[in-house]
């Protein structure tokens, strides 16, 4: 098998979620942030800017979004923003009579930018040894959390990334199956998941998670259940706020 | 400077255009996605997909979306699909009087994991010796794509990546200053985009596309101004083609 250092630390990818209370250091930090910004962008756009969180009390206040207590423990906490705003502004300086730098195009790439680029620094990251976590949660209240981050019109948060040295060994989780989830050439729909994920599901129920010590998780259908029967309003208008943000989608 | 193998690598990283016209072999192949099926996912809901295109006449339909001839030549060629049809269904076969399987939080999340993974499989890739490209050019025409796919509702594609081995050694493109771009605690507002820009803009001038042979290639301001002062319809109505698809947002 035709395999290097990299490929089996992305094999062997957890979430970490408590970490050595250490910082990890400006020239590691210096390395991560050169990664993020040698990261691929859409059509050279450059659609994405990165928020460093090194400030405890905004930490303090972003976990009253998250609500999870052990993202003001990350030594490190990088917010990843689709930024249409610079380019926007580059316009607008250049008095262009059209200005489409906010439109449904350039928002997705604005996204995509951000996540790859966040992508980028996990496994910069994880390849020095360090553990990351990546926190959706921010998203809880993205009003809330563009106001604490002073975001202005035309860009929006879209993922962040806690890093530090790890301080805990969870186990490595099941994941599903890839002929339900790779296709060839077309997609591929299935008569009946349950009956296709049966096996995954069981796979699952052996996994711990740390987060509930000594606990085994559900199944795959009945957390997809449990967690898509119910909605967060905050976190559904994601797309709504978007346009009141000045994204023209 | 503590850095290894893959850190240089990423540092390093060009898009490659031309490949050695010999398969990538189904071993890496194999490897390759099942790192892209190793990575993170939010909530551990696995919203995305991979449809991999081994058919040369699929390919060449593809360039007709994405004017790009040489997406054709490429050895390997993943499309990432934000997937919330597969939990969608879980849902729907256990009869759940509510599903939000599809709204807004969702489908960003959908887009986020298809993207992530994508780096990725791009970060393998690379590690191998293997050049890769992204295709947001797949998304000039999304029903086109979405019906080459055979794609169901509540999917969208999202990017793709062709990979083989390089026949091309680009020059490495410069890059915009860190402080234009990664901020602390909160967002950064300049005076002026184009002062603050300048000396990036002389930069970039001096960089050779290969795409254009010997041609230097504009400022990033310029870019950004010719890039910007126009707009695409077929891509620019991305996220209302998506509600026309099933999504809530």
Do not use: C
């Not at 009945?222 to 208008?237: C, I, M, P, Y």
Request: glycine share 4%.
């Amino acid at each position: 098998m035709k395999t290097n250092k990299i490929i089996e630390s992305m094999l062997n990818h957890r979430s970490i979620r408590k970490w050595k209370q250490e910082p990890i250091g400006e020239e590691i930090v210096g390395i991560l942030l050169e990664v993020a910004n040698r990261t691929s962008t859409s059509n050279g756009l450059l659609q994405s800017s990165i928020i460093r969180i090194t400030d405890q009390k905004k930490k303090d206040q972003i976990v009253k979004i998250s609500k999870q207590a052990y993202l003001a423990t990350a030594p490190e906490l990088f917010i990843f923003v689709a930024d249409n705003f610079r380019n926007d502004r580059i316009l607008a300086e250049g008095n262009s009579a059209t200005n489409f730098a906010a439109d449904g195009d350039r928002f997705l790439q604005g996204i995509t930018d951000s996540a790859i680029m966040a992508q980028n620094v996990v496994n910069a990251a994880e390849s020095l040894g360090l553990g990351v976590v990546y926190f959706g949660s921010v998203l809880n209240e993205p009003r809330r959390l563009i106001e604490l981050l002073k975001l202005p019109e035309r860009t929006m948060p879209v993922i962040a990334v806690g890093i530090g040295y790890p301080d805990q060994e969870p186990q490595l989780k099941p994941r599903i199956h890839l002929e339900t989830r790779v296709f060839e050439n077309e997609y591929k729909v299935f008569d009946n998941y349950h009956e296709e994920l049966k096996e995954y599901d069981e796979e699952l129920q052996e996994y711990y998670d740390l987060r509930d010590a000594n606990r085994r998780v559900d199944s795959f259908t009945k957390q997809v259940k449990d967690k898509l029967s119910l909605q967060s309003e905050t976190r559904a208008e994601y797309f709504e706020l978007a346009k009141e943000r000045g994204y023209e989608i």
